[in-house]
């Protein structure tokens, strides 16, 4: 059985060429956005690429390769022009389900499995009269092909699906002897898609695949789904890009990476400026300000925290809506621990990267080692997506959090303060956020539209029988 991959966060279908009445008929089957497998193997795999691309079932990896060889196929040329090898019966049939309904924009796309385990003649029967695709099992098909009645000769995509469970099946010979009957691969395109990774699809790769594009989800992210964009920006649209992009997808907690000290310091300095609520976290902080920082944040009374990749080492933040890198980082691997802030624990995360012209070596490298091509958006797209939604209300973040000078070495504790807040002041539970105690001052949040009530109340009333002094942050 297949799982259907939840609401895919992904890129739209419609940001990639494919021709209208294909999109309608996405859209009419519920696929609005792609799944991360999705995202990353269709752009090249639409541009003609060979591909080797990791992926388990129910990531969306059948949409992955049908899409590019129906995008291909001459429906009113009786030739097979596409064959998936898949290793059981069960996967061809889902298989091939699941290419007619994304043929159903197209006119008569014949779909045809044939699988070991099948009565013969039926399926010779079928072969007469012809089809545009054939599904089948590695054993089966080259039957066919050794009876003579399926021909390759029109082939112009060849798939090889769940290639490592093939392989375990000892599928390796009947492959190869499949692909003898295919014409040579530069005269097709060759897709392959596997679960793992070991040395025999390697091998396979080496051997059938020309050029391929390799496509891998980092491991760590798979629980989560993680839509990463590239803008391309010059170096004086850097930092209101970063405005843009708050404004325009309104994330509610965004680590945005820079890779210098005055880089943090200058777009803290222009997010302020609109009114946005943002921290920096440098090294030059002294321990009590950078535990406030980290306070607000986690707290979830700052929409950005603005960090050199020095300072948010070591940082334990549960729940990050966004990564902003304002700077593309010079080495991949940072770049992977970055983007791992954000799409944890099947949360979904957004990042975005910022890019100019001199950055594209690095990205490069990153694509290189992520094993996909970077998604990259207009920033004018951005602007004009603004704009027709029309004026906004300010970014703000949810909390404001409230200092009280007074911890442990009073012996204040939470349930004191939440005392206070709720009982004495008549607050609601649900409007208090986070408090943490600590020895000299204890935090705590409160939704943004009671903070000054709650503050005027703390200052007039008591926590543990006294009087307390206390702040907005
Ligand atoms: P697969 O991994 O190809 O077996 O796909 C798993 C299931 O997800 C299938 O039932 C597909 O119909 C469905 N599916 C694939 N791509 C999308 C998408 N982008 N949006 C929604 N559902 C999808």
Redesign the pocket.
């Known amino acids: 059985m297949?799982?259907?991959?939840a609401a895919?966060a992904g890129p739209a279908f419609s940001t990639l060429p494919l021709a209208a009445p294909v999109l309608a008929n996405l859209q009419q089957l519920?696929?609005e956005?792609?799944?991360p497998i999705?995202a990353a193997a269709l752009p090249p795999a639409l541009a003609g690429r060979d591909l080797i691309a990791q992926a388990k079932?129910?990531?969306?990896?059948?949409?992955a390769f049908s899409l590019p060889l129906l995008a291909k196929l001459d429906a009113k040329r009786f030739a097979t022009q596409a064959l998936v090898l898949c290793p059981t019966r069960e996967l061809a049939e889902?298989v091939s389900q699941?290419i007619r309904r994304l043929a159903r924009a197209e006119d008569n796309v014949k779909v045809l499995t044939l699988c070991g385990g099948a009565a013969i003649r039926p399926q010779l029967a079928s072969l007469e009269h012809g089809a545009h695709v054939v599904v089948g099992t590695p054993g089966r098909v080259l039957d066919h092909l050794e009876r003579g009645s399926l021909a390759l000769e029109a082939l112009t995509t060849f798939v090889l699906d769940e290639a490592d469970r093939m392989l375990d099946m000892g599928f390796a010979e009947d492959i190869a002897a499949v692909a003898r009957h295919c014409p040579p691969t530069s005269k097709r395109q060759t897709l392959l898609f596997s679960a793992t990774y070991p040395e025999d699809v390697a091998k396979l790769a080496a051997r059938y695949l020309r050029d391929p594009q390799e496509v891998r989800l980092a491991e760590t992210h798979a629980a989560g789904q993680i839509v990463e964009r590239f803008y391309e920006v010059t170096e004086s649209q850097r930092l209101h890009a970063v405005g843009l992009l708050l404004q325009r997808f309104r994330p509610e907690s965004t680590l945005a990476f820079c890779n210098t000290k005055q880089q943090c310091r200058d777009l803290v300095a222009v997010l302020q400026a609109q009114g946005i609520v943002a921290l920096e976290l440098h090294g030059d902080l002294e321990q009590r300000d950078r535990d406030q920082v980290l306070v607000r944040f986690a707290h979830r009374s700052a929409s950005v925290l603005v960090a050199t990749d020095v300072a948010a080492r070591g940082l334990d933040i549960a729940k990050l809506e966004a990564v902003i890198n304002v700077d593309i980082t010079p080495e991949p691997e940072v770049h992977t621990h970055r983007i791992g802030r954000t799409g944890r624990a099947g949360e979904s995360g957004l990042v975005f990267n910022l890019a100019s012209l001199d950055e594209m070596g690095r990205v490069g490298r990153i694509d290189e080692m992520q094993g996909r091509q970077s998604v990259w958006h207009p920033l004018a797209e951005l602007e004009a997506e603004l704009a027709k939604a029309g004026p906004q209300p300010p970014l703000l973040p949810p909390m404001v959090t409230l200092q009280i000078l007074g911890g442990r070495k009073e012996k204040i504790r939470r349930g004191d303060v939440l005392g206070a807040l709720t009982k004495d002041l008549g607050l609601d539970a649900a409007a208090v956020g986070k408090i943490d105690v600590n020895d000299f001052s204890t935090y705590v949040s409160v939704r943004r539209d009671l903070a000054d009530q709650a503050l005027r109340g703390l200052a007039r009333g008591k926590v543990k029988g006294r009087t307390v002094k206390a702040r907005r942050l």
């Open positions: 297949t799982e259907s991959p895919p519920g696929y956005r792609m799944t999705q079932t129910g990531s969306g990896k059948t949409a889902q699941e």
